[in-house]
């Protein structure tokens, strides 16, 4: 696989169970937030993005959760499926249309 | 539109030569990025450039590392010389201001 952490948190979830995936971000000015997907050995890839006006957005089987008080994203994955195994990003929108990243979080769907 | 499309996939090269990175962005997209992504540091934001103009370059680790963009649809990342801790896998994205659509990435080994 590509070059992603070996030692990322790990969600292991069984495959029809919903997942949780948290972010904590840094600047209580950041006005866009993405979620994006990393499979292995490819780019990430975009799924849903809010905007700091909004506490939640819904996507086809994903949701976003953003609460602005203590600086928490969240992405949740209804009804898994092996095809989610990945890690997964936070990004948050800072200053000059820069996009920062967290460090990721690994989901292992379990057959 | 194909996406960012970056070459080489794969370039092995040996410390102390000159390595070149190419990247075509999404056409009509006017921002693009380089990052790095290694699994200490994780997803890093080298550079940035919108309309061809450079924005941000602080990421940059040292005066090894250059980036151009000489049109809207070519920019190269350029380490001169190389060392063994230039290892990584280095990705572009590009933007139209929103959410960044990133290349396959190139995976470069320094031996």
């Known amino acids: 696989g590509e070059s992603v952490g070996l030692h990322l948190p790990t969600l292991s979830v069984q495959e029809g169970d919903n997942s949780i995936i948290n972010c904590a971000y840094s600047?209580?000015?950041?006005?866009?937030f993405i979620w994006y997907k990393q499979e292995s050995g490819k780019g990430p890839q975009f799924i849903i993005d809010?905007?700091?006006?909004?506490d939640k957005r819904q996507g086809q089987r994903v949701t976003v959760l953003l609460n602005k008080t203590v600086k928490h994203l969240s992405l949740q994955i209804a009804a898994t499926q092996p095809g989610d195994s990945a890690v997964y990003f936070c990004?948050?929108?800072?200053?000059?249309?820069?996009?920062?990243f967290g460090k990721g979080n690994q989901v292992v769907v379990i057959p | 539109d194909a996406g960012v499309i970056q070459s080489p996939r794969h370039e092995v090269t040996e410390m102390g030569q000159e390595v070149t990175l190419r990247c075509k962005p999404i056409?009509?997209?006017?921002?693009l990025f380089w990052y790095r992504q290694t699994m200490m540091r994780g997803l890093e934001l080298l550079i940035y450039?919108?309309?061809?103009?450079?924005?941000?370059d602080s990421g940059m680790p040292e005066d090894r590392f250059s980036a151009k963009m000489p049109n809207a649809s070519f920019s190269t990342l350029k380490i001169q010389p190389s060392e063994p801790r230039d290892s990584a896998v280095y990705f572009c994205?590009?933007?139209?201001?929103?959410?960044?659509?990133f290349g396959q990435g190139t995976r470069l080994t320094v031996v």
């Open positions: 994205a590009s933007s139209t201001g929103n959410e960044a659509f």
């Open positions: 600047n209580s000015a950041s006005d866009y």
């Open positions: 809010i905007r700091s006006n909004m």
């Open positions: 990004a948050e929108k800072k200053g000059n249309n820069r996009l920062a």
């Open positions: 056409s009509g997209h006017n921002s």
């Open positions: 450039f919108n309309n061809n103009v450079p924005i941000d």
